[in-house]
């Protein structure tokens, strides 16, 4: 009868969590327990909240009622001390080739700053966004799931930075999100495949690669959503749903440049599980965001199928 003792013993201790977590967001959400009723006044913290997914969020964050405030690199010494409800960390190298290339830069801009910010910042909770890329197989969906056991000794300097900087969070933080996020387009891109073919310049990896894609927008959304239900103390994947190869998104640019000349260019293979995500919010079809983003920037075939 141990193991049901200790089935029950853990049943008691997830409730008690979520309880917990039930009154934080009454104090960082102005919610009501005994009405339930949601009155979003909380004070948040968008570090590199003028970035490509920082600026996004914090639109999202405005528009549901939040006091936002941006720190970039012109405020984040004057910044250190204050207090807010909400911290969300959107900053980092966001270059998986330079953190290769560059390690040492890596290390501060991917780790050294999020460990500061931990103590500079004191919060009720902090999300931290990381990447995908902190899988040791991030090509295979059995092995994205949350749960899945990482060897980061096995792992590139990207993604090595990004696990011990997410560890540091879990680590330091009483209430805590972590979402690993893929591919990303919306306002404001500057590199990446998708950009590259949208502006006719040669693509860096095999045309069989296979992507999953987000809007930076419904990364927002998707955090809000999860922060609402009550979750705390855990890791998400939040990306598109499904991955697409790229040769599909060429079809939308058949007058665009194609690879470039180096002889051979790598297969990037990104399958992630999404379906813990998928539990709390909505996340989009990686087709129907590339779609949708080409067609509100102006660019490929309007008439392409789904």
């Not at 600026?55 to 549901?64: D, F, G, K, T």
């Not at 990447?131 to 090509?139: E, I, R």
């Not at 502006?199 to 999860?226: C, E, H, M, Y």
């Amino acid at each position: 009868m141990q193991w049901l003792a200790a089935s029950r013993e853990a049943g008691r201790s997830v409730l008690r969590r979520r309880q917990q977590a039930d009154k934080i967001n009454a104090r960082l959400l102005g919610v009501s327990e005994s009405s339930g009723r949601r009155a979003i006044t909380g004070t948040c913290l968008i570090i590199g909240g003028r970035g490509f997914v920082g600026s996004a969020i914090s639109a999202v964050a405005q528009e549901r009622g939040w006091q936002v405030t941006i720190a970039g690199r012109s405020e984040i010494q004057q910044l250190a001390g204050s207090r807010f409800d909400l911290v969300i960390n959107a900053n980092g190298n966001a270059s998986r080739f330079r953190a290769e290339q560059d390690p040492w830069f890596d290390f501060e801009a991917s780790l050294a700053t999020v460990y500061r910010s931990l103590f500079d910042f004191p919060c009720e909770r902090y999300v931290f966004l990381s990447t995908v890329d902190v899988y040791n197989n991030p090509g295979q969906r059995e092995a994205t799931r949350e749960e899945t056991p990482i060897d980061p000794l096995a792992l590139g300097a990207y993604g090595f930075h990004k696990r011990q900087a997410e560890l540091s969070v879990m680590r330091t933080c009483p209430h805590y999100l972590v979402l690993r996020l893929g591919q990303m387009v919306g306002a404001g891109l500057k590199k990446g495949p998708l950009y590259d073919i949208m502006n006719n310049q040669p693509l860096w990896i095999d045309s069989k690669s296979r992507l999953p894609f987000i809007n930076t927008t419904n990364v927002g959304q998707a955090l809000f959503q999860l922060l609402d239900a009550g979750v705390d103390r855990e890791v998400f994947n939040v990306s598109g749903r499904g991955s697409v190869e790229f040769s599909r998104v060429q079809e939308l640019f058949p007058n665009a440049l194609r690879q470039s000349d180096q002889a051979e260019l790598a297969v990037q293979a990104y399958e992630v599980a999404t379906e813990k995500a998928e539990q709390y919010c909505q996340l989009p079809d990686s087709w129907d965001e590339i779609k949708t983003f080409v067609s509100e920037a102006g660019g490929g075939q309007s008439n392409s199928e789904s």
